[in-house]
Each structure stands twice: as C-alpha cells, then as structure tokens.
C-alpha cells in the first residue's frame, strides 16, 4: 500500500475525474460513505456535530451530514464560511442539504461560537470536515477558536482525510492549532502525517477507505513509498528440503565486541540463529574470548589478538579479513559492540574493502564509516546500514532535527547516492533501496526503546542476507519480524519491562505469525484499519 502526499493524491483524482470521466461528485459521495460506515461500525451514539470548512473537506462533511440524516442520526451541521462562498462539489452538497430542509449553521466570527461549544459538548461525537489536504498555513484567529473548543469538548472527534490543522505530507507538528482526532477516515491511501511521527498520534485510528481510484491509475503514479506490510515479507523463508543441511542455510560472521561490550554480539549471534541461518561465528577480540565461549552455545567463535584493553585495532585487520576469506561465510555483520577506539575506524574501512561478503553495518562500524563513506560505492554486494537518528547524522553530516523532519527522503537519497540499503531506525523505521524505494514500518512499539534491540535487528537481517535473501528483501523482512518480536514482548513484559533478550526469545512465536498464509484477497477491502492493511 502506497503513502502518498498531498500533491500525489491530487494527481491521482484529477486522472480519475478528467482522463476516465468519474466526476468528482461521486469521489465525494464515495468518500463520504467511507466516512459514515466507519462511524456507524465504530462509533457508539447518535448525536452528532459536524463542523465544515469552505473547501472540498467541508463538502465531504456535509455529504456525510446526509447519510448520517437519512440513517436517523440527530445531526447539527456548523458551517464555517459564508454559504455564498462554497464552490464545485461542496456546494451541491450545501445545495441537497438545504433542499432537504436541513438546518446549516454558518459561523463566521469567534464571538458567536457559543452554540458550537454547548453542542460540542453534549454530542456523542463530532464529525472534523474543516481542512483537509488543501491546508495552506498554520491555523490561527477564528478557525483556531473552533479547533480549541472540539479539543476542550473531550467528545470523540472523527477527522475527515485528515486532523485538521496538521499537515497532508509531514510528521512534523505545525506551529499552528490542530484537531487530536480519536480516529481519522482517509481516501484511497494513507498520507506521511497518518505514518510518521509524532503527528501520527494525533491521528487515532486510521481507516483507509476505497473512493474508486482505478488501480492503474494509482499504478502508474507510484510513488516508491510504502507502508510495510506482512504480504511483502512472509515469504522470506527458504523452504527446508528433507536432505538439507547447516551448509543450505547460510554462514554468518558477526564482527563485534570490545571490553564491556560483549553482549551485543553475542545477541545478534542469536537472534540470527533463532532467524534460521545455518551457522553463525562471532569474530571477537581474543583477550574477551573466554567469555564469549561461555556466553554463546551454538554460535563459534574466532578470537583475533586485538589491543591490550579487548578491543580490535589496526592490528587485528588481516588475521579478521584472513578468517572471513578462508571460512564458508555468505555474510557478515559488523559494529556490534566495537566500541569506537583510536584506529577502529582503519579497522572497519580495511575490512569492508578487503572482504567481497554482502555486509550489515551497524552501531559503532556505522560510526567508524562517517568519514569514509564514499567506498561504500566500491563495495561488491549491496551492504544494509542499520543507523538510527543519531548515527545517521554522523553519516550524512545532517542535523539530526532535519532527519526526524523527513526521514524518508533522506534515507532514500543516501541509499541511492551510496547504493546501499538504509534501515533508519525509529518509532517509525524507514527502510530506503538504492532504487529510491522506501518501506516505513508501523508495527513495533516504544517499549523497544531498550538496550540490544538494534543488536537483535542486526542479528535477524545478517540471517537473512546470509541464507542469500536479497538486501531489500532481508532489511524489510528483519524489521517486521523485528516489530513482531517486539510486539509480542510487550503483550508478554510490559513495555517498561520489556528487555532485548526477550525479542530472540518471542523470535519462534514472531516467525509463526509471520509465515502464516495470507487470508484470501490481498487488495483493499472498502474499509480497512492500518492494522488490516499491515496484515497481522
Ligand atoms: N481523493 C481524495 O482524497 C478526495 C478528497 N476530497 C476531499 O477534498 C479535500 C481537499 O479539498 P480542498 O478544497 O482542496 O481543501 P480543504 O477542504 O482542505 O481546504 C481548503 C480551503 O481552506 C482554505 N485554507 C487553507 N488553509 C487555511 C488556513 N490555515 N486558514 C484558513 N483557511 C485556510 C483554503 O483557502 C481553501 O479555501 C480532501 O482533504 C478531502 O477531504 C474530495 O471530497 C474527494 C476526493
Ligand atoms: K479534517
């Protein structure tokens, strides 16, 4: 499923309406219907506000004023412009309404919002038509008076496309006043405010509903950017022959630790076991080898004399790149619990040019790459970097408020600048190909805010690359599967509890739900929540 921006979706309907004649009319009708079957499924009451801006938002909540009539409903409509001033399809609708006798409240200054607050007050819910995509500026003035009293209301508030106030194409907050929606009805496709964070929490339940886009017409306008979904992935799995062997599954290297961090490793080893890859080694400083062969069972490991504190230096590069050439490996994963010392980073930029494996780059290798990225151009197999907000800025030079602004472009951009997977790590991971795609992850939970879940992520897409999954297939697999884990820990421990550790031990769990066959017809039904959509 595709996440559009405002402009997008403008392309997208006026395609329907000019090039195969829908008139506009019926993406309204349609739109609105959407709006009143979520609200008769979903919302218990019966007294309802519905408040309308001049523009085509204000025309959907007026037509959703006639459905929710002729379904009985005790409706109060606010229209907040001069009738006069509505145009095109919201004027028909104004038009239906007045034929049918029903009484439309124009409101126009802020001293005359008493009646809007007593009934506000006393509705079950109220219905939020006053902007939508067409958002221009931050609200002020009188619409900002109107906004304030549905927010103070404490009566569920259903959004039309989108809270009004925020903004159709960011996850930023606007400077300006906006709508905290318990639930928002948008058309044919969800837009980057309904996805990213933080506006995301002010959209509440998101329900995407059919408005007749044709799907060719929508096909030829994709935009690269997609909500990532369980029918993208659950088919990562290689099968398992009856003759297979460790050899089949894959042989993955994890390149990490230094004194007082020999955990991380020793996670993504096992994540990446529990992931299903054949065989993994840990290639870890020699002084901390003890400890990891007691911490690590099945994992090996290959201990490389390293400085004299445990940590890997300049020196242990050729027996590191000796050991990943003359072993089975089919991939490595590197930076877990590197720590960053005087010459880690000759060490890393030594290795990634000296060993042809695909790699997954993480934590302190992402660090040691900051000065040295341009030879991820030169690497033979598309590398996964896994940053999060502050190790991509030290990666791209950008200020880490600039990444949280627009974390999909510029996790597509570097990922087609450097031909490299990104996954941008976040309440909302952006994976980005070097094609310019980008998959934004919804699943998962602030509970995963913990020490050593990036070292499990890390472990599970190394299994992925290393059993021969390609790069964008591995990253978008490792982060849903990651989330699932993630998600059962917090059904599980709690969020506040919730420890990395737990997320291998849910992995078992986490790969059964996402294996499972997909329910029958993939495309979108008329009405579907988010959670729907993500399929799990
Ligand atoms: N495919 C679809 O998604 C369909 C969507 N529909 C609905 O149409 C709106 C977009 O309608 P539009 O007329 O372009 O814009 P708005 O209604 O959001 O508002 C525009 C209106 O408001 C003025 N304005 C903008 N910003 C401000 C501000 N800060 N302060 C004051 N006034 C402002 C602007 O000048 C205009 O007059 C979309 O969201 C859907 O709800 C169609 O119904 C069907 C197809
Ligand atoms: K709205």
Request: with cysteine.
């Amino acid at each position: 499923m595709f996440v559009l921006k405002a402009s997008e979706m403008g392309i997208m309907d006026k395609e329907t309406i000019e090039g195969v004649g829908i008139p506009g009319i019926v993406l309204m009708e349609n739109a609105a219907r959407g709006v009143a079957s979520v609200i008769k499924k979903k919302i218990p009451g019966r007294k309802a506000v519905i408040v309308c801006g001049k523009g085509n938002n204000g025309g959907d909540g007026l037509a959703v004023a006639r459905n929710l009539i002729n379904s009985g409903y005790d409706v109060k409509i606010f229209l907040l412009s001069e009738p006069g001033n509505l145009k095109g399809d919201a004027r028909i609708n104004y038009d239906v309404l007045r034929g049918m006798k029903v009484q439309i409240v124009s409101v126009k200054r802020e001293i005359d919002l008493g009646d809007l607050f007593s009934e506000c007050e006393n509705a079950d819910f109220i219905v939020d038509a006053i902007f939508g995509t067409g958002l221009s500026k931050p609200v002020e003035g009188f619409y900002a008076a109107v906004i304030d009293i549905i927010n103070k209301s404490r009566t569920p508030v259903i959004s039309v496309d989108i809270p009004s106030g925020l903004f159709a194409d960011t996850g930023v907050l606007p400077e300006g006043t906006f709508i905290k929606a318990n639930v928002t009805v948008t058309f044919a496709f969800p837009k980057l405010v309904h996805i990213m964070a933080p506006a995301c929490k002010y959209v509440g339940d998101v329900f995407v509903v059919d408005i007749s886009i044709p799907a060719k017409i929508s096909e030829r306008h994709n935009p690269g950017r997609y909500v990532l979904t369980r029918d993208k992935v659950f088919d990562v799995f290689p099968g398992r022959d009856i003759n297979s062997h460790k050899y089949n599954f894959g042989f993955l290297a994890v390149v990490g630790g230094s004194c007082g961090k020999t955990g991380a490793p020793s996670m993504s080893a096992l994540a990446a076991l529990r992931t299903g890859v054949g065989l993994v080694s840990a290639i870890v400083p020699r002084d901390l080898n003890f400890v990891f062969e007691v911490k690590l069972t099945e994992p090996m490991t290959i201990p490389i004399m390293s400085a004299e504190r445990g940590h890997f230096n300049a020196n242990s590069v050729d027996e590191v790149v000796t050991s990943l050439k003359n072993s089975k490996f089919t991939a490595v994963a590197i930076g877990p619990g590197l720590g960053w010392n005087r010459d880690t980073e000759v060490f890393v930029k030594e290795i990634l040019e000296n060993v042809d494996l695909p790699f997954v780059i993480d934590a302190d290798g992402l660090n040691s790459l900051s000065k040295n990225v341009d030879i991820l151009k030169n690497l033979k197999k598309t590398a996964i970097l896994t940053p999060h907000g502050g190790e991509f800025s030290r990666l791209t030079g950008l200020p880490t408020s600039e990444i949280v602004a627009d974390p999909v472009t510029h996790a597509v951009n570097f990922a087609k600048e450097h031909g490299v997977v990104v996954v941008l790590k976040g309440g909302r991971t952006v994976v980005a190909t070097p094609e310019g795609k980008a998959f934004i992850n919804i699943i998962g939970n602030p509970g995963m805010a913990t020490a050593g879940t990036g070292d499990v992520l890390t472990g599970i897409i190394g299994a992925f690359v290393a059993m021969g999954i390609s790069a964008e297939k591995a990253a978008t697999a490792g982060v849903f599967l990651h989330s699932l884990a993630g998600d059962m820990a917090k059904e599980k421990f709690g969020q506040e509890s919730l420890v990395a550790t737990d997320l291998i031990e849910l992995l078992p769990e986490a790969i059964k739900l996402l294996k499972q066959p997909l329910s029958e017809g993939t495309e979108i039904p008329f009405v579907s929540s988010m959670r729907e959509i993500v399929g799990v």
